[in-house]
């Protein structure tokens, strides 16, 4: 796997063991995997496999049963989640989640004033205006979160995490719920953002955008890894299909 | 300029009228610290009392000990570290089992209270000797009240405020973008319970006595909420925009009607709620908007497009979306 991955850079992200159960029902069970620098990588499986309890535990809102997640050279498994956002590593939310009565501004300024690097308001407002305009908000600053549309929230939760300065970015079927031309756009800025240097995890079901984004899938299934890989090989494996299929027309 | 006059006002005004305006700045204060907390994170809080209450016990037994000055900040204090032990407590309650809890604490001090009085202290008074006038209490009271209001102002314009609304919209997603939720809320939880001692302490100041009853008084805690929400609880200077006219009209009618206060008091709530759902604030900036708007082009209606409107048009959008905005 590191053989594979050696052209996208350093590990920055390590989960290794990690073990989460609500219960009697385990999530999360004995889960590893890496993250390279610079990459996307694509975490994908069926419904209810547990990419987005993964996703929990690396940013704070859950506290693995066991294990360890290991960001730039630290555990960072238990800690509270704001310190996790510190620690640059941003977050979007599968179900939108803007703050409906601030505006779109201060939507993004809350990311660049307690994220990594904190900033006074005034000049969080300024840099507000950057961040929305490279995600195609510029001139909706001044509306309240929840005037804008589906797309434009997603657009706005973006340039939220993007404003914590991540070095990690966790998107949740951030694409999902798109039209194809917005579906264009979106695979497009998530480029964009790549460019910049930021390293993305993306749970994703739309196989478009992993196979046109990802160089790297990891795919699970009830918890478990099941397959890791480059996105045209895994995406063929008799295993994955049987997951996502079922074992009948996996075989047909 | 209207705070100068208010600080001058007492040479000239009747024991009537100080006595009127000690109420109302005792409420502006207590509605604008409940509203700072409150307001902007929506944990509806009915522990008003309960700090109001501690309050005034801190300062009956400081004041027999220390000078009265030293008697408040104690009071002030003393309600900020029982504000600390209760948010550390009960802040990861939510919605409704909050509002139920610091309803409920309010009644636990004053029972424990009361059964300390009478089991250790054998007694159910204690009694408050000082010679401060009223007019000093008016001038404390007035104090307080601006520098609640100007306090709560600043903070709503500094990161702090920022994160205190945060947590009122989304308590997740102000996790996630690296806000300290535990430590922004128990922080504010506490400072606004330290005003509400203070309060509670200055116009102890005014009893000769005090028993459990007088001090945990719960028509404080939902006075104090219906000033706030009257007024706009979402800005810093909007519970004073209720707390206003709430008193004015419970003097009122208290005077007018004396036996039929409750009904009257009630209906005029009723009233209020169904014209106002937003509270006077909104209303109040809708309109500096329209003015706004109204001088900048000569005329009225205002230009369909222009930047002026645009603002004017979300400030209406705000209105109509919840009580809150």
């Given at each position: 796997?590191?053989?594979?991955?050696?052209?996208?850079?350093?590990?920055?992200?390590?989960?290794?063991?990690?073990?989460?159960?609500?219960?009697?029902?385990?999530?999360?069970?004995?889960?590893?995997f890496?993250i390279?620098?610079?990459g996307i990588t694509g975490l994908i499986g069926?419904?209810?496999?547990?990419k987005?309890?993964?996703?929990?535990?690396?940013?704070?809102?859950?506290?693995?049963?066991?294990?360890?997640?290991?960001?730039?050279?630290?555990?960072?498994?238990?800690?509270?989640?704001?310190?996790?956002?510190?620690?640059?590593?941003?977050?979007?939310?599968?179900?939108?989640?803007?703050?409906?009565?601030?505006?779109?501004?201060?939507?993004?300024?809350?990311?660049?004033?307690?994220?990594?690097?904190?900033?006074?308001?005034?000049?969080?407002?300024?840099?507000?205006?950057?961040?929305?305009?490279?995600?195609?908000?510029?001139?909706?600053?001044?509306?309240?979160?929840?005037?804008?549309?589906?797309?434009?929230?997603?657009?706005?939760?973006?340039?939220?995490?993007?404003?914590?300065?991540?070095?990690?970015?966790?998107l949740?079927e951030?694409l999902?719920?798109?039209?194809?031309?917005?579906?264009?756009?979106?695979?497009?800025?998530i480029?964009?953002?790549?460019?910049?240097?930021?390293?993305i995890v993306m749970i994703e079901h739309v196989m478009?955008a992993i196979r046109a984004l990802c160089d790297w899938v990891v795919v699970m299934?009830?918890?478990?890894?099941?397959?890791e890989g480059r996105p045209?090989?895994v995406l063929?494996?008799?295993?994955?299909?049987?997951?996502?299929?079922?074992?009948?027309?996996?075989?047909? | 300029?209207?705070?100068?006059?208010?600080?001058?006002?007492?040479?000239?005004?009747?024991?009537?009228?100080?006595?009127?305006?000690?109420?109302?700045?005792?409420?502006?204060?207590?509605?604008?610290?409940?509203?700072?907390?409150?307001?902007?994170?929506?944990?509806?809080?009915?522990?008003?009392?309960?700090?109001?209450?501690?309050?005034?016990?801190?300062?009956?037994?400081?004041?027999?000990?220390?000078?009265?000055?030293?008697?408040?900040?104690?009071?002030?204090?003393?309600?900020?570290?029982?504000?600390?032990?209760?948010?550390?407590?009960?802040?990861?309650?939510?919605?409704?089992?909050?509002?139920?809890?610091?309803?409920?604490?309010?009644?636990?001090?004053?029972?424990?209270?009361?059964?300390?009085?009478?089991?250790?202290?054998?007694?159910?008074?204690?009694?408050?000797?000082?010679?401060?006038?009223?007019?000093?209490?008016?001038?404390?009271?007035?104090?307080?009240?601006?520098?609640?209001?100007?306090?709560?102002?600043?903070?709503?314009?500094?990161?702090?405020?920022?994160?205190?609304?945060?947590?009122?919209?989304?308590?997740?997603?102000?996790?996630?973008?690296?806000?300290?939720?535990?430590?922004?809320?128990?922080?504010?939880?506490?400072?606004?319970?330290?005003?509400?001692?203070?309060?509670?302490?200055?116009?102890?100041?005014?009893?000769?006595?005090?028993?459990?009853?007088?001090?945990?008084?719960?028509?404080?805690?939902?006075?104090?909420?219906?000033?706030?929400?009257?007024?706009?609880?979402?800005?810093?200077?909007?519970?004073?925009?209720?707390?206003?006219?709430?008193?004015?009209?419970?003097?009122?009618?208290?005077?007018?009607?004396?036996?039929?206060?409750?009904?009257?008091?009630?209906?005029?709530?009723?009233?209020?709620?169904?014209?106002?759902?937003?509270?006077?604030?909104?209303?109040?900036?809708?309109?500096?908007?329209?003015?706004?708007?109204?001088?900048?082009?000569?005329?009225?209606?205002?230009?369909?497009?222009?930047?002026?409107?645009?603002?004017?048009?979300?400030?209406?959008?705000?209105?109509?979306?919840?009580?809150?905005?």
């Open positions: 796997m590191s053989a594979a991955m050696a052209g996208c850079g350093e590990i920055l992200l390590s989960v290794r063991g990690l073990h989460k159960a609500f219960g009697g029902l385990v999530a999360v069970r004995d889960l590893s890496d390279h620098q610079r069926p419904n209810g496999s547990g987005t309890t993964v996703l929990n535990l690396v940013t704070g809102e859950f506290r693995p049963d066991r294990g360890a997640i290991l960001f730039r050279g630290e555990d960072i498994s238990g800690w509270p989640a704001f310190r996790i956002c510190r620690f640059r590593i941003a977050r979007t939310f599968q179900l939108v989640r803007v703050l409906p009565y601030m505006t779109v501004r201060e939507n993004v300024m809350l990311g660049r004033m307690f994220g990594s690097t904190p900033a006074e308001p005034a000049q969080a407002a300024g840099e507000a205006e950057a961040l929305l305009e490279r995600v195609g908000l510029a001139g909706r600053a001044s509306q309240l979160g929840a005037q804008l549309t589906y797309i434009d929230q997603k657009r706005l939760e973006l340039a939220r995490a993007l404003a914590c300065r991540p070095q990690l970015l966790l949740d951030w999902a719920g798109l039209n194809p031309t917005e579906l264009q756009a979106g695979i497009d800025l480029r964009l953002i790549r460019s910049d240097g930021v390293t478009e299934n009830a918890g478990e890894r099941i397959a045209d090989g063929s494996d008799r295993q994955v299909m049987r997951a996502y299929l079922g074992t009948d027309d996996a075989a047909a | 300029m209207g705070a100068v006059v208010l600080a001058l006002l007492p040479p000239f005004a009747s024991g009537y009228v100080i006595s009127l305006f000690i109420v109302l700045y005792a409420n502006i204060a207590l509605a604008t610290a409940w509203a700072f907390f409150s307001g902007t994170t929506r944990y509806i809080s009915l522990a008003t009392a309960a700090f109001f209450g501690v309050g005034i016990y801190a300062l009956a037994i400081l004041h027999v000990y220390v000078s009265v000055p030293l008697a408040l900040l104690g009071a002030a204090v003393v309600g900020f570290l029982v504000a600390l032990v209760v948010g550390l407590s009960t802040l990861r309650l939510r919605g409704v089992y909050f509002v139920v809890f610091t309803f409920g604490l309010t009644e636990l001090v004053h029972q424990v209270l009361n059964w300390w009085e009478i089991k250790i202290n054998r007694t159910v008074t204690r009694y408050i000797f000082t010679d401060v006038s009223n007019v000093s209490i008016y001038e404390t009271l007035l104090a307080v009240a601006l520098i609640t209001i100007v306090g709560s102002w600043y903070v709503s314009h500094v990161r702090l405020g920022f994160a205190l609304r945060a947590i009122g919209e989304d308590e997740m997603v102000a996790r996630h973008t690296g806000i300290d939720t535990t430590r922004v809320k128990v922080l504010c939880f506490a400072i606004s319970a330290s005003v509400m001692a203070l309060v509670g302490a200055v116009l102890a100041l005014r009893y000769p006595y005090i028993d459990a009853s007088i001090a945990f008084n719960n028509t404080w805690s939902f006075q104090v909420l219906i000033a706030a929400l009257l007024g706009g609880p979402a800005r810093p200077w909007g519970p004073a925009l209720g707390a206003v006219p709430l008193v004015l009209l419970s003097e009122y009618l208290a005077g007018t009607f004396p036996h039929h206060f409750g009904i009257a008091l009630g209906l005029c709530f009723v009233v209020i709620v169904y014209f106002l759902p937003g509270g006077i604030a909104p209303l109040v900036e809708r309109y500096y908007h329209a003015w706004v708007v109204a001088r900048a082009y000569g005329r009225w209606p205002p230009a369909a497009a222009s930047p002026v409107t645009g603002r004017f048009k979300a400030g209406l959008a705000r209105l109509n979306a919840r009580w809150w905005t």
